[in-house]
């Protein structure tokens, strides 16, 4: 299956007159406010961290974790600043590092955090309760369509590289009736793939219990 990952954004805390800090997304650009929920992901470069940034891996690996993420705002930021005296140290801060943080889009307040040995599980069901209270869309119908959709995407790939095979084993014989063969079944393939493109921005458009619609990107 296609590799998953999870699209990261390190944006810079903005300090503004109102900030309020109980909610994150005062401190985050206007983009975040939209009301899409927030996973936060605060690293460590502590050596006494490192196991559980090598945890934290595979976390992000987890089909469920990378699919579901297309939801969220993801976030990354330097744990090691987030002291007891941060202006958001309320949302942000815990005992120990790595730490995943989840966010209510519409609030800024934390749905819940889980910290140092993280486990996919424990992600994904915080990042459900937030997608629950944010969205009319489910996120495991979400996942599973998307999972189909990336058999669909393997499939199309699989073609192309049988056809780069096609076209480099007829290379010095590609004239006539035989080019224009593969000339179409290039053409197939693409149009394939243009369709997957298309179903895959219709999936990604959320609709908010609030009543507006949210596409990734």
Avoid: C
């Amino acid at each position: 299956m296609a590799k998953l990952g999870v699209d990261w954004q390190q944006p810079k805390l903005e300090g503004y007159d109102s900030i309020d800090p109980a909610n994150l997304l005062t401190a985050l650009p206007e983009q975040y406010r939209d009301g899409r929920p927030v996973v936060v992901f605060l690293t460590s470069e502590d050596p006494e961290a490192a196991g559980g940034m090598k945890l934290a891996s595979g976390v992000l690996a987890d089909e469920r974790v990378a699919i579901g993420s297309k939801m969220f705002h993801v976030v990354k930021m330097d744990g090691d600043k987030i002291s007891r005296d941060h202006v958001h140290a309320a949302t942000l801060a815990g005992k120990a590092l790595p730490r995943f943080v989840v966010l209510d889009g519409g609030t800024g307040k934390k749905v819940g955090s889980i910290e140092y040995r993280p486990t996919p599980s424990s992600l994904f069901a915080l990042m459900k309760k937030a997608a629950a209270k944010a969205y009319k869309s489910d996120i495991e119908k979400v996942i599973k369509d998307y999972q189909k959709m990336l058999t669909e995407l393997d499939k199309v790939e699989a073609k192309r590289n049988a056809l780069r095979v096609k076209k480099g084993a007829a290379s010095e014989e590609l004239v006539g009736a035989k080019e224009r063969k593969l000339q179409q079944e290039e053409a197939a393939i693409e149009k394939d793939a243009e369709k997957l493109a298309a179903a895959e921005t219709e999936l990604l458009k959320f609709e908010l219990k609030a009543g507006k619609d949210v596409a990734k990107g």
